[in-house]
């Protein structure tokens, strides 16, 4: 079952998405062992303390979210977490953010060389504070080619932008991502989103606007995935939005991802990623197929033949 | 922290609330008061979070050995589903999560007061206390009779109990915070622990800092995994050594928290971003003096 990423090889095609483990350190139930990969949850330079609650609502399908990006600093990351993670031995990929160019750039200094880390991801979605009036990296595009463009440069590491679905173009800011130095992409980015307490008249986030995520978005990021593999087939994607079965990664693999990361489904059902694990073997075994990487590209165009 | 398969042995109806009792000898076996399990909800429909109860009993000896208890306010499309599960279905439960209330190992006189729900956290608490061979006196408090949990049982277990309701159809007319002080002073309190809506516990973290009575308290927040793994549960709370304040995860660092390191204005404030850093710097708060 394992995957190559242009040269990142993972044992499975199965990643904890950014986010959705914690710091790895007290999540118990979910089987490190058995992960493709984990992407921490993303880290900036100094510790943050993220959005006042309530920062989730459930919603049809969904779960509706805003942290605010409360993590504990990149440097406590290296100090408690990362240990942690490499006794486990899963590959680990750095979640990094920033509100400044300066502030991506020196997280991602800071993760160089350290064992156990592969790759980094590169969280587009951080308010940025330095040109942007507090609106996302991803809200424009010369911004978002900035910040991969400077990350990529300094790192050593492979690089995976993680970009949302409903940017004005696309298929163009994932260009724009490789040409400034990307590896490969993350698939999507949670969709903006927002519920009312009309009883309350309040939003139910203090946000108010949050990321909707779980499989109320899945068909939202497969077309994601699908348009712009179709476009940069030899571009590494990892799909992510709404997996919680083995069906729903296969049908990401389909479209042309070439690995999944797990996120709303884990926060559920700790076991989550393992059953998708299993659920890709199976289908794998059934269709009589070596590996992950041959669903890729397998999708049928066109009309059924009768 | 234990996942099982746990059958409904019983469901019933207790007042405004509903109770379930489940086979989960696992988690029953750790489970201490002021800890949580969290149950999965029926994978094929539209609601998809796992929903987290205090734990209302734990049985470890006897004929009811092994089994866990919770109660809730079917309100929701969640509870409302859990209300109508038959005895003899499965759940998929993970528990005990959380931290407890610490017992007073010194003081003995503790005054347990629960407004609504509350009152099954709060109940668990007062049993494990009177097997240590602590004072408990409660204070139960709710909207009308239905809202006040167990007064039967509570009137049983504790020493003396004042009951509250808004409506008056049940104690006095007024909440529990009205009847705090007079039960303070009547009990000799010298420990406090209490569960119920922020505003209410709020209110009582007020008068126990007044009145330097040492106390604990399961606060709520809106939480998703209920396993440290979302950060959506926080609350502020302010470093032991007055340095600041962290945003703590309720079902990894609480419920159960001492109010007088929670930030209340920073929480629950209309503009929590905007809560200014107290003028006197934040307090120092030793650990538990109990």
């Known amino acids: 079952m394992t995957v190559d990423l242009n040269g990142v090889v993972l044992p499975l095609p199965v990643l904890a998405a950014a986010g959705c483990l914690g710091t790895g350190r007290e999540a118990t139930l979910v089987d490190l062992h058995r992960l493709g990969g984990v992407v921490t949850m993303s880290l900036t330079l100094e510790p943050r303390k993220g959005s006042p609650t309530p920062r989730m609502a459930e919603t049809p399908s969904g779960l509706l979210s805003w942290i605010g990006l409360q993590n504990a600093g990149v440097e406590a990351f290296l100090r408690e977490d990362l240990p942690h993670l490499q006794r486990v031995g899963v590959p680990v990929i750095a ?105 309350r008249l309040r939003p139910a986030l203090a946000a108010p606007v949050g990321l909707l995520s779980g499989p109320a978005v899945k068909p939202i990021a497969l077309a994601a ?63 009589q197929l070596e590996s992950p990487a041959a669903l890729r590209g397998r999708l049928r165009l066109g009309r059924e033949p009768s | ?15 405004a609330y509903h109770a379930l009792t489940v086979v989960a000898p696992e988690i029953a076996e750790r489970a201490r ?16 979070l796992r929903r987290h109860f205090s734990i ?35 759940l998929d439960v993970i528990g005990p999560l959380g931290k407890a209330f610490a017992y007073p190992t010194r003081l003995t006189n503790c005054l347990l007061v629960a ?13 494990e206390l009177r097997a240590r061979g602590k004072r408990v006196d409660m204070i139960l408090g709710g909207a009308t009779q239905e809202h006040v949990f167990k007064p039967i049982e509570a009137k049983r277990i504790a020493q003396t109990l004042a009951v509250a309701t808004v409506d008056g159809s049940m104690g006095e007319r007024g909440t ?76 990894t660092e609480g419920p159960v928290l001492n109010p007088a390191r929670v930030l209340w204005d920073r929480w629950m404030g209309e503009q929590p971003a905007l809560a200014p850093t107290p003028p006197e710097g934040f307090p120092v708060v030793r650990s538990w003096p109990g």
């Not at chain 1, 698939?187 to 009312?196: E, F, K, Y």
């Not at chain 1, 593999?229 to 296969?250: F, K, L, N, Y």
């Not at chain 2, 609504?116 to 709060?122: K, L, P, S, V």
């Open chain 2, 176 to 251: 529990v915070l009205d009847l705090l002080p007079r039960m303070l002073e009547a009990t000799g309190a010298q420990v406090l622990y209490a569960a119920g809506p922020r505003e209410t516990l709020r209110g009582i973290a007020e008068v126990c800092l007044e009145r330097r009575i040492p106390s604990q308290m399961a606060l709520e927040e809106r939480m998703a995994c209920g396993m440290g793994q979302c950060f959506t549960c926080v609350v502020p709370v302010v470093r032991k050594d007055g340095s600041g304040y962290d945003n703590l995860r309720l079902c």
């Open chain 2, 56 to 90: 209302h009993h734990a049985s470890r000896r006897g004929g009811w050995a092994g089994t866990l208890e919770f109660a809730f306010d079917p309100q929701g499309q969640g509870t409302r589903w859990l209300a109508e599960a038959k005895a003899h279905q499965f």
């Open chain 1, 225 to 287: 995935v699908y348009r712009v593999a179709r476009e940069m087939p030899e571009v590494p994607i990892m799909g992510v939005g709404g997996i919680s079965t083995g069906t729903d990664a296969v049908e990401f693999l389909l479209a042309g991802a070439w690995a999944v990361q797990v996120g709303t489904a884990m926060l559920v059902d700790p076991a989550a990623p393992v059953e998708i694990a299993r659920g890709i073997l199976a289908y794998l075994k059934d269709k």
């Open chain 1, 95 to 199: 979640s990094v953010a920033g509100s400044s160019v300066e502030e991506y750039l020196r997280v991602t200094t800071l993760l160089q060389n350290r064992p156990g880390i592969v790759a980094l991801e590169v969280y587009l979605g951080a308010p940025d504070e330095e040109r942007g009036r507090g609106r996302p990296f991803h809200a424009r595009p010369d911004r978002i080619s900035e910040v991969v463009g400077a990350v990529a440069r300094m790192s050593r590491l492979p690089v995976f932008a993680k970009l949302p679905a409903l940017e004005p173009d696309l298929v163009e800011s994932a260009r724009a991502c490789v040409r400034a130095g990307a590896h490969g992409l993350t698939l999507i980015d949670g969709v903006p989103g927002m519920a009312v307490d009309a009883e």
């Open chain 2, 115 to 127: 407004e609504g729900h509350g009152g099954a956290t709060i109940s668990f608490l007062a049993q």
């Open chain 2, 1 to 15: 922290m234990k996942r099982v398969r746990a059958e409904i042995l019983s469901t019933r109806r207790l007042g």
């Open chain 2, 33 to 48: 008061p002021g800890q949580f399990v969290s149950v999965a909800m029926p994978p094929e429909r539209s609601f998809l």
